[in-house]
């Protein structure tokens, strides 16, 4: 039934294309390349050291590039990546997403691509969605290009036709970072030695205001991701009493609950819903260490070189957490006890179409966290904390 709906809504985009590309004239602007990258931000962080990989190559460094991304991690993408494309076109989840069921949205959003004209389409993402391949499928270009990678089982030799190259996969679990690796080594035929960086134009004001703290990160996509905040201002009080360092809380919904929490710490400050990425940026990079749910920030954090402590109790374990020692010396993963209990059958049970967690992040105790800074604190400081 759902391949059904899928092909048959598929096939009314093919003929709303066919009528664009029939009443409306081609975008007057010719590009060699179009990349396609559309998934969260902490996926932009794994991937974004690769694209000054493909634009300094040999093949692509006098090629024109438009660039269709996701608005939520635009001002990141601005700010470090702008130098590297001549052209962005940012797009928000309701413009490409099938199950918002906001066909007006999506239907605008494939006219407007499908009247540029580009050489060469780039689909960098492993973790494929139906609903940006089957974009991928309306845009005009000579060559498309996509990793072979996981999608939705029944959909899969669908949407691989709509590709002309697909790039060989390495089967089982890999972390991501890799995967592009991978992914990249493949299509500019060398070997790269790609490294997980982010150097941004650090601006000290908020070090210079606050001096001696931590960041704790409270928020994540979805709630069952939310370790409590009750939680987080308990080991806030733990962080001044042993440390005596300031808990700066960060994140992105904030709540009166949550006001009242954070107001009752000592030297705390309430920064969640108050910074834009950049500032966020510029926070971490002054922390002593952070201590985050599962999310974009513990990204962020390896990329810059600081110490995180991250909660998790979520899915495909591996490919995203824990990272590889040689990506990240000072990452420290703070796992849920069912997880803790047997780390590889948990990854094979975790990469399982369509395993979702059911996992109770509350089962991760304060004292575990807590265990586990005391246990590599003094690692920390030895690296000049």
Same mark, same amino acid.
């Given at each position: 039934m759902k391949l059904a709906c899928y092909l048959l809504y598929f096939y009314c985009e093919r003929i709303f294309v066919f009528f664009i590309k029939l009443f409306f004239s081609k975008h007057p602007d010719h590009y060699d390349v179009m990349i396609l990258k559309l998934d969260g931000l902490g996926d932009y962080i794994l991937f974004r050291n690769f694209l000054t990989e493909l634009t300094s190559s040999e093949h692509f460094k006098k090629k024109s590039i438009l660039f269709?991304?996701?608005?939520? *991690?635009?001002?990141?993408?601005?700010?470090?990546?702008?130098?590297?494309?001549?052209?962005?076109? *940012?797009?928000?989840? !309701?413009?490409?997403? @099938?199950?918002?069921?906001?066909?007006?949205?999506?239907? &605008?959003?494939? &006219?407007? @691509?499908?009247?540029?004209?580009?050489?060469? @389409?780039?689909?960098?993402?492993?973790?494929?969605?139906?609903?940006?391949?089957? @974009? !991928?499928?309306?845009?005009?270009a000579r060559i498309k290009i996509a990793q072979n990678g996981f999608t939705t089982p029944y959909l899969k030799p669908i949407t691989d036709a709509y590709y002309d190259l697909l790039s060989p996969t390495q089967h089982g679990v890999l972390f991501e970072f890799e995967r592009n690796r991978q992914f990249f080594e493949w299509l500019l035929n060398k070997k790269l030695y790609t490294k997980l960086r982010i150097t941004p134009k650090i601006n000290t004001e908020f070090q210079d205001l606050y001096k001696n703290y931590v960041v704790l990160f409270i928020n994540a996509s979805t709630a069952w991701r939310e370790w409590p905040i009750e939680n987080f201002c308990e080991l806030a009080k733990w962080i001044y009493k042993i440390y005596g360092f300031k808990s700066l809380f960060c994140g992105t919904n904030q709540n009166d609950f949550c006001t009242n929490q954070i107001q009752s710490i000592p030297l705390s400050v309430n920064l969640v819903g108050k910074t834009n990425l950049k500032e966020l940026l510029d926070i971490l990079e002054g922390a002593k260490f952070v201590v985050s749910n599962e999310t974009s920030v513990p990204h962020m954090c390896v990329a810059m070189g600081i110490p995180v402590f991250t909660i998790y109790n979520g899915n495909s374990f591996g490919e995203f957490i824990p990272y590889p020692k040689h990506l990240a010396t000072e990452y420290y993963p703070i796992y849920h006890p069912y997880i803790s209990a047997d780390l590889k059958k948990y990854e094979q049970d975790s990469n399982k179409y369509p395993y979702h967690s059911q996992l109770n992040i509350r089962a991760v105790t304060v004292q575990k966290v807590i265990h586990t800074i005391k246990d590599n604190f003094i690692h920390i400081n030895a690296q000049g904390f």
């Amino acid at each position: 039934m759902k391949l059904a709906c899928y092909l048959l809504y598929f096939y009314c985009e093919r003929i709303f294309v066919f009528f664009i590309k029939l009443f409306f004239s081609k975008h007057p602007d010719h590009y060699d390349v179009m990349i396609l990258k559309l998934d969260g931000l902490g996926d932009y962080i794994l991937f974004r050291n690769f694209l000054t990989e493909l634009t300094s190559s040999e093949h692509f460094k006098k090629k024109s590039i438009l660039f269709v991304g996701n608005s939520a *991690w635009r001002e990141i993408a601005e700010s470090f990546d702008n130098h590297l494309i001549n052209k962005t076109i *940012w797009l928000s989840r !309701a413009e490409f997403r @099938l199950q918002e069921f906001r066909i007006r949205s999506r239907l &605008k959003t494939i &006219k407007n @691509l499908s009247r540029y004209q580009v050489d060469i @389409l780039i689909c960098p993402t492993y973790t494929r969605i139906s609903s940006v391949d089957s @974009l !991928a499928a309306h845009i005009n270009a000579r060559i498309k290009i996509a990793q072979n990678g996981f999608t939705t089982p029944y959909l899969k030799p669908i949407t691989d036709a709509y590709y002309d190259l697909l790039s060989p996969t390495q089967h089982g679990v890999l972390f991501e970072f890799e995967r592009n690796r991978q992914f990249f080594e493949w299509l500019l035929n060398k070997k790269l030695y790609t490294k997980l960086r982010i150097t941004p134009k650090i601006n000290t004001e908020f070090q210079d205001l606050y001096k001696n703290y931590v960041v704790l990160f409270i928020n994540a996509s979805t709630a069952w991701r939310e370790w409590p905040i009750e939680n987080f201002c308990e080991l806030a009080k733990w962080i001044y009493k042993i440390y005596g360092f300031k808990s700066l809380f960060c994140g992105t919904n904030q709540n009166d609950f949550c006001t009242n929490q954070i107001q009752s710490i000592p030297l705390s400050v309430n920064l969640v819903g108050k910074t834009n990425l950049k500032e966020l940026l510029d926070i971490l990079e002054g922390a002593k260490f952070v201590v985050s749910n599962e999310t974009s920030v513990p990204h962020m954090c390896v990329a810059m070189g600081i110490p995180v402590f991250t909660i998790y109790n979520g899915n495909s374990f591996g490919e995203f957490i824990p990272y590889p020692k040689h990506l990240a010396t000072e990452y420290y993963p703070i796992y849920h006890p069912y997880i803790s209990a047997d780390l590889k059958k948990y990854e094979q049970d975790s990469n399982k179409y369509p395993y979702h967690s059911q996992l109770n992040i509350r089962a991760v105790t304060v004292q575990k966290v807590i265990h586990t800074i005391k246990d590599n604190f003094i690692h920390i400081n030895a690296q000049g904390f």
